[in-house]
């Protein structure tokens, strides 16, 4: 859905029609099969608190201009900081330059799958209150307040407080006649409180489950996308439960996981397992490959039959949603796993063509207009139980002995996505279908297809959220991207359970 406000007007004032011209006709007569101008703008700024006091208040911003061209299968790419339609023509050449330069060592020619062409269009994400038109002491206050509430509990010795907030526009033309304009809002907003044992010389923190989101102001200034005043007026007694809490017992353990959680999870284990460069070895130099290869596609079965996973780049304030991506590419929705099969990949247009696909689905995305574009993960979700609205209780109830996981915290993966061990905020011990107090020290460890096999249930439509991070690493030189994963809560058998409190004293 497109939001009802309009793109900034002093980005609409760049010369934005001129500098396409000037670079596009350059790589036309250069001979390009292929041209791209992209101009990138990203605002951010960082505000950071220690118990109540203000440790920063930082904005950036990040504006150019760049070309892509594809001359005889190659790729050439080249980027300036300055907006002239002169500094566009330049741009251009250094780019042809770039690609003749490279064609006798490519072995790989670059070939992409059609699309349609967009012109003229312009998409906006959904937000109610640009965060960057708020007065910096304003968010400020309201941070500053929250931290003095939680400081005036009992048992809580330090806050921490922090938003970083990114406004990112973009314009993009090529030869083919697409012109797209696009701007969109994102936000993560979180506390954690700190308590002290100083006899016995150690700490607990526990910190907000508020998600980063595609949203405005308006998330982290009231309660109605996410209820800030009950978690605030809950953490202090949940930390000191945690600090109380007994140690796990290691073992094959049921667990039910929360959403807060279990998104990581996904992230880690299916959203870069099913990238299709690191299954073909394309990326494997950062983070690795992934185990999931074409061979598997259509048959690995990734998990139990009530595993249904999708992609999508249209999600309502979803992190990675966009109208349409760094290729030009209009974005939607499509299947990673259903019934547990392995069924698709994420793919941009020259990999698109690479699996035999038609059109590519629309991961392409550089985080600045001085890097090449990447093939980038969408928002990754998996589905609710769509027959029945089947609760968290209700998982829980499910299960005799076992533990409950709220969420996110370390995490660790193999470099093909396979073997792994996740932890979390919150742990608490099931008993015969009820929760039955907290527990310390839970690491949950396993194979992805192991774990995911093990999923027994999944919650309905009610439990479902979506969680994500700002900082998803790829590639050299290194880019960040900005992702969520939904999912509703979820049951698992069998899982093995470590006590990470033994395992750091080992």
């Not at 699309?115 to 937000?127: L, M, Q």
């Not at 048992?155 to 030869?175: N, R």
């Not at 954690?192 to 489950?209: H, I, K, N, P, Q």
């Not at 880690?268 to 494997?284: F, N, Q, V």
């Amino acid at each position: 859905m497109d939001s009802p406000r309009d793109v900034d007007a002093d980005f609409l004032a760049l010369p934005l029609s001129a500098l396409a011209d000037a670079a596009l006709s350059i790589a036309r007569a250069g001979g390009a099969s292929h041209a791209d101008l992209r101009v990138h703008r990203l605002a951010d700024q960082s505000l950071r608190l220690r118990d109540g006091v203000v440790q920063s208040a930082v904005d950036g911003s990040d504006l150019g201009l760049a070309v892509r061209v594809v001359v005889d299968g190659t790729w050439g790419f080249a980027s300036h900081a300055e907006l002239t339609p002169d500094s566009a023509a330049a741009t251009a050449r250094a780019a042809l330059d770039v690609a003749r330069a490279l064609r006798a060592l490519n072995r790989d020619r670059v070939e992409l799958a059609d699309e349609p062409v967009h012109p003229g269009v312009t998409w906006v994400s959904e937000y109610t209150v640009d965060p960057f038109a708020v007065a910096t002491a304003d968010k400020l206050a309201l941070l500053t307040e929250r931290s003095r509430l939680l400081l005036a509990a009992p048992g809580v010795h330090h806050v921490t407080a922090s938003c970083l907030q990114v406004k990112e526009q973009v314009f993009y033309a090529d030869l083919a006649g697409s012109s797209i304009t696009q701007q969109r809002v994102r936000l993560h907003p979180e506390l954690e409180a700190v308590t002290v044992d100083r006899d016995a010389g150690s700490f607990e923190s526990m910190r907000t489950l508020a998600p980063p989101v595609g949203r405005g102001w308006e998330y982290v200034a009231t309660d109605e996308t996410w209820d800030w005043t009950g978690e605030l007026a809950e953490l202090p007694d949940l930390l000191a439960e945690k600090s109380r809490a007994p140690s796990v017992r290691p073992g094959a353990t049921d667990l039910v996981i929360d959403p807060t959680n279990l998104w990581l999870t996904i992230h880690e284990s299916i959203g870069h397992a099913t990238e299709y460069d690191r299954a073909i070895g394309y990326e494997s130099a950062y983070a690795g490959t992934s185990f999931a290869t074409p061979d598997l596609l259509g048959s690995l079965r990734y998990g139990s039959d009530v595993m249904h996973v999708t992609a999508d780049r249209t999600a309502p304030h979803g992190l990675a949603t966009v109208g349409y991506d760094d290729d030009g590419v209009a974005t939607g929705a499509w299947d990673l796993v259903r019934d547990g099969v392995f069924v698709d990949y994420q793919l941009d247009r020259a990999f698109a063509t690479k699996l035999g696909r038609p059109r590519s689905n629309g991961c392409s995305y550089a985080d600045s207009a001085h890097h090449v574009p990447l093939q980038r993960m969408a928002n990754v979700s998996l589905q609710p139980d769509p027959h029945t609205d089947r609760s968290t209780a209700d998982l829980i109830a499910g299960v005799d002995d076992g533990i409950y996981v709220v969420g996110d915290r370390a995490w660790s993966i193999d470099m093909q996505r396979y073997n792994f061990q996740f932890t979390g905020q919150r742990f608490y011990r099931i008993r015969g279908g009820v929760l039955d107090g907290q527990l310390r020290g839970v690491a949950y460890q396993a194979t992805t297809t192991d774990f995911w096999g093990s999923m027994d249930a999944v919650g309905g439509p009610s439990t479902w959220q979506l969680g994500g991070a700002f900082n998803c690493g790829k590639a050299q030189p290194g880019q960040v991207a900005a992702v969520s994963h939904g999912c509703p809560s979820a049951r698992f058998r069998g899982v093995t359970v470590l006590d990470t409190d033994q395992e750091a004293r080992a």
